[in-house]
């Protein structure tokens, strides 16, 4: 029956996760603000929130039944690591951030309205999930668990810090809009080609390079936005002190 409920829950998550991840380069590569990069944003965001939640799903199932689910790997212990507990971290982070994202773009005219019961829910299951899979590595001696546990941890911090901010500086909703649905991008790449190597090249299924190539990649990518972000932000406030003087 679990194993069952795993493949379907494993097909559902194939199409709503590829959708995602061909939808997230429209708005990344076109012009911002545009009504095919508002349009392809929100398919991205709810397919990211559809994904996720499927993906706990699955993750709940291989800690039920780690080998029956995955017939690769003969060690139980790490299959519910990896595949049960880091899933289930990545599955929540991935809905919140997906969440985290669409609410910034929403209220950017309203910062309050930010503080939603859902957001700071979600921000503490990410917070969690997190540790608990950092927790878990540890017990399991794995370098991959607490490395990518870091990244959630990191992300609940920074987020509530924004979300409980009483006056974000001008066009900050718009660094944590694009750090909310890039990261979600990230997250749901990251599983995807774990899942990938798992089933076309298992030997690669745990390697540290394969997991933590979205990251780095994906950061960058962030990093360049918030530039040009900041940068704008920048030349709008000294056109600002040029005409007062």
């Not at 061909?22 to 398919?43: A, D, L, N």
């Not at 921000?123 to 017990?139: D, E, P, R, S």
Request: charged residues 10%; aromatic residues 12%.
């Amino acid at each position: 029956m679990v194993v069952h409920l795993f493949e379907w829950l494993v097909a559902a998550h194939i199409v709503t996760g590829t959708v995602g991840l061909v939808c997230m380069w429209v708005p990344i590569v076109g012009k911002k603000g545009s009504e095919t990069h508002k349009r392809w944003g929100k398919v991205f965001a709810y397919s990211m929130l559809a994904t996720g939640t499927i993906a706990i799903g699955i993750s709940l199932c291989t800690l039920h039944s780690p080998l029956e689910t995955h017939t690769f790997e003969d060690d139980a212990a790490l299959v519910r690591g990896v595949f049960g507990w880091m899933m289930l971290y990545l599955a929540t982070m991935t809905i919140m951030l997906a969440w985290y994202g669409l609410l910034c773009i929403r209220n950017k005219r309203s910062h309050a309205h930010n503080r939603t019961p859902a957001n700071f829910l979600l921000q503490a299951a990410t917070f969690i999930t997190a540790a608990n899979c950092a927790y878990h590595g540890v017990l399991l001696k794995n370098g991959l668990m607490i490395g990518i546990s870091t990244v959630g941890l990191t992300a609940a911090v920074l987020n509530t810090w924004f979300i409980l901010r009483s006056d974000p500086p001008l066009n900050e909703w718009l660094i944590q809009h694009t750090r909310g649905l890039v990261g979600a991008g990230i997250s749901v790449y990251t599983a995807f080609l774990a899942f990938g190597a798992v089933n076309l090249l298992p030997a690669y299924a745990f390697n540290p390079f394969v997991w933590a190539t979205p990251t780095v990649f994906g950061v960058s990518l962030l990093l360049y936005h918030q530039w040009r972000i900041t940068s704008q932000r920048r030349r709008i406030l000294l056109r600002q002190v040029a005409s007062e003087s």
